[in-house]
């Protein structure tokens, strides 16, 4: 017997859209080898590995992943396989599967090339079924008529639902190791980032987010050894990537964290792997964070995710947060350490307006988060805010959109077929009209540009040592388009055109859409179904000294505006533009401004953190300084660009998920 277990990705510009292992089918076939010996298993991340394998041998079981990102890929997959072999079983599993006994009933009488769905925890569910259909040789109908309900498995039987209860795996240790099966060797050679797990489930019940789920609140923990054992197999296998991913929802929270932690800090100092580490941070217990944060020496970015802070919102979407004093705590840590803390939030939600997500943003920016960014709402299939009752509730107006970078044109056992996936996003809502969800976005662009990256941490801690508010500088930048070179003025209109562009009012008039073969060919040219986010900003980076002139001019009109620019502070200002920018000029840009002579101490002046006070500024000195990329750095960014591309949607990757500070040059100064 034969299956294949795939958890797909679309690639762009050769690229994958997802970039890590394909951790969860390992795990499936690592618990399915063990309890069904005689069972062969392959696992495909690559569509064009897996047609290649269906083209070879047509499996008796072919088993997708169905998330949000890598659905219509796995149908289209689904669907063309049963064509050619209608024996073929098909089996679909995760998470984005709508919850109710009627929704289902229509999406497994939409979707008839699946043969069976497999929801909640994967394992048990795969293996009972399997076993299930060896006992009766394979025949479908015969399964479906002779069985009771399998748990976590549900199927149409003349055209009626069959569904099992939902169960979860009470020891996941029982679960063998996928790394150090070997299941995942292969998977070492290419460009995906290792992601490990030592936790199922959270215990929080966010309305928004698959993992709210009742079903999901106990936390399932795999071994300490487990883990370690995991670190070393990955650390001993991993070339030219420099990152982990820990797949928890809430790493830190728990003290066992803590132990893994240490673990991780091991094999960095054995292997020099992880350079850096990823994780979604508990949303409880922030001082644990930190100690998490500690222990691994700062190649964990932490942060919150609050996704808003106004009590309304978070009662309505039955989120809890931690308070904005334990967030101080972050900020105090991220400024001590030279490290970045985020800040999270969701635009849209239910009860969110102009005026809570300004006041939202205000918090993040003011209170010093240097990475604070706001998403667009997306109506997850099967989420409770994506419930009948919550649409009506609060009024969403929604359009649905060609998810940024999630389509392609494949060969699929002889036939090209087109596929994109598409997503259902909030654009406005019972207290926010789709105007002040525009001005919103506007606003995110902003923070992210000019807050995010930490392009500008200089002249903002400027401002921040004058006692000015950096939300209300950017306010002021946001009105103040006089401000702007013409370059910088169209990336802003073009931002605004892209987020409202190519939406859709219904699911029907987008899949329409996306049937035109010219549609995807456009899509794949870069031409449409852009992330505006991360291209606009890339487009920034790319002209950063024409961003620089807009900000540094802002920062002595702001100040001026408040009658705080004295001639000193505009030399300085003027200085510490080109030092600056010399420093964080892109690598393609590397023979520019390279040496350059200054009359004030940057030195100091960066031993303070750019918090000088006006004295330190009285008597100039004269500096010749130097700057330059260091092999670590170049090594670094070329990884990085193995894993993200070199398109503007690789490079808007790469600056939206880096701290891009690792990026400035060294320098060093000489008195003249
Ligand atoms: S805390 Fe995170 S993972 Fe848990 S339900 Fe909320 S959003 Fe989902």
């Known amino acids: 017997m034969i299956a294949y277990i795939s958890d797909l990705t679309h690639i762009s510009d050769t690229i994958a859209t997802s970039r890590i292992f394909p951790l969860a089918p390992a795990y499936i076939a690592s618990y399915a080898k063990k309890k069904i010996p005689n069972l062969t298993v392959e696992i495909f991340k690559y569509a064009d590995d897996l047609n290649q394998a269906l083209v070879r041998e047509m499996p008796d079981f072919l088993c997708m992943s169905n998330y949000s990102w890598n659905f219509n890929l796995s149908y289209a997959f689904a669907q063309r396989a049963k064509q050619i072999n209608p024996?073929?079983?098909?089996?679909?599993?995760?998470?984005?599967?709508?919850?109710?006994?009627?929704?289902?009933?229509?999406?497994?009488?939409?979707?008839d090339s699946i043969d069976f769905y497999i929801y909640g925890e994967g394992e048990e569910g795969f293996v009972s079924l399997v076993r299930k259909l060896m006992d009766v040789e394979l025949d479908v109908s015969q399964a479906k008529i002779d069985s009771d309900p399998l748990d976590n498995c549900c199927y149409l039987s003349n055209n009626r639902l069959i569904t099992g209860v939902e169960k979860r795996i009470r020891d996941v240790n029982i679960i063998p190791n996928p790394y150090t099966t070997g299941i995942l060797d292969d998977f070492f050679d290419k460009p995906l980032i290792p992601i490990f797990e030592t936790a199922r489930g959270c215990p929080f019940s966010c309305t928004f987010c698959y993992s709210g789920h009742e079903s999901l609140n106990r936390i399932g923990r795999f071994s300490l050894e487990t883990t370690i054992e995991t670190l070393e197999y990955i650390a001993k296998r991993v070339s030219n990537i420099d990152e982990l991913i820990c797949a928890d929802l809430n790493f830190g929270m728990f003290k066992q964290d803590l132990q893994v932690c240490e673990a991780i800090a091991k094999i960095q100092k054995e292997y020099g792997y992880p350079k850096r580490f990823s994780a979604y941070a508990g949303k409880n217990k922030p001082e644990r964070v930190i100690k998490a944060v500690e222990i691994l020496g700062g190649s964990w970015g932490m942060g919150s995710a609050m996704q808003s802070t106004d009590p309304d919102v978070l009662e309505a979407i039955k989120r809890q947060n931690i308070s904005s004093d334990?967030?101080?705590?972050?900020?105090?840590?991220?400024?001590?350490?030279?490290?970045?803390?985020?800040?999270?939030?969701?635009?849209?939600?239910?009860?969110?307006?102009?005026?809570?997500?300004?006041?939202?943003?205000?918090?993040?920016?003011?209170?010093?988060?240097?990475?604070?960014?706001?998403?667009?709402?997306?109506?997850?299939?099967?989420?409770?805010?994506?419930?009948?009752?919550?649409?009506?509730?609060?009024?969403?107006?929604?359009?649905?959109?060609?998810?940024?970078?999630?389509?392609?044109?494949?060969?699929?056992?002889?036939k090209?077929?087109?596929?994109?996936?598409?997503?259902?996003?909030?654009?406005?809502?019972?207290?926010?009209?789709?105007?002040?969800?525009?001005?919103?976005?506007?606003?995110?662009?902003?923070?992210?540009?000019?807050?995010?990256?930490?392009?500008?941490?200089?002249?903002?801690?400027?401002?921040?040592?004058?006692?000015?508010?950096?939300?209300?500088?950017?306010?002021?930048?946001?009105?103040?388009?006089?401000?702007?070179?013409?370059?910088?003025?169209?990336?802003?209109?073009?931002?605004?055109?892209?987020?409202?562009?190519?939406?859709?009012?219904?699911?029907?008039?987008?899949?329409?859409?996306?049937?035109?073969?010219?549609?995807?060919?456009?899509?794949?040219?870069?031409?449409?179904?852009?992330?505006?986010?991360?291209?606009?900003?890339?487009?920034c980076y790319k002209n950063i000294d024409i961003v620089f002139d807009t900000v540094y001019t802002g920062v002595i009109s702001f100040l001026e505006e408040k009658e705080s620019c004295t001639e000193e502070i505009t030399n300085y200002i003027q200085e510490l533009k080109v030092f600056s920018l010399m420093r964080k000029l892109p690598f393609d840009q590397e023979k520019r401004l390279m040496q350059r002579n200054f009359e004030y101490n940057f030195k100091k002046i960066e031993e303070k953190k750019y918090f000088i006070d006006l004295s330190d500024l009285e008597i100039p000195e004269s500096f010749t300084t130097k700057v330059w990329h260091d092999k670590k750095q170049e090594n670094e960014f070329s990884n990085l660009v193995r894993i993200y591309g070199d398109s503007l949607a690789g490079l808007g990757k790469i600056i939206q998920t880096q701290d891009m500070s690792r990026f400035e040059r060294k320098f060093e100064q000489f008195p003249r």
């Open 87 to 111: 024996k073929l079983i098909v089996i679909l599993g995760g998470p984005n599967f709508p919850t109710s006994f009627s929704e289902r009933t229509n999406f497994m009488r939409e979707y």
């Open 326 to 414: 334990k967030l101080l705590g972050f900020v105090d840590y991220a400024k001590l350490n030279d490290s970045t803390a985020y800040f999270e939030l969701i635009l849209g939600l239910p009860l969110d307006s102009k005026k809570k997500h300004y006041e939202s943003m205000r918090l993040g920016v003011d209170t010093g988060l240097n990475n604070s960014k706001s998403y667009q709402l997306t109506l997850l299939l099967g989420t409770e805010i994506a419930s009948q009752e919550s649409r009506v509730k609060y009024e969403y107006v929604t359009k649905w959109r060609v998810m940024p970078r999630c389509f392609g044109i494949y060969q699929i056992l002889e």
């Open 416 to 539: 090209t077929i087109n596929v994109a996936e598409t997503e259902e996003i909030v654009i406005g809502n019972s207290t926010m009209s789709t105007e002040d969800y525009l001005d919103c976005r506007m606003l995110d662009f902003f923070v992210d540009v000019f807050i995010n990256s930490n392009w500008f941490r200089e002249p903002i801690a400027l401002i921040q040592k004058l006692g000015f508010s950096v939300f209300d500088f950017l306010l002021f930048l946001k009105s103040s388009p006089n401000l702007y070179d013409e370059t910088l003025y169209d990336i802003f209109l073009q931002f605004k055109h892209l987020t409202m562009s190519d939406l859709f009012d219904s699911k029907g008039d987008i899949d329409q859409f996306i049937s035109d073969a010219d549609i995807i060919n456009l899509h794949i040219d870069g031409n449409r179904g852009i992330n505006e986010m991360n291209e606009c900003k890339a487009l």
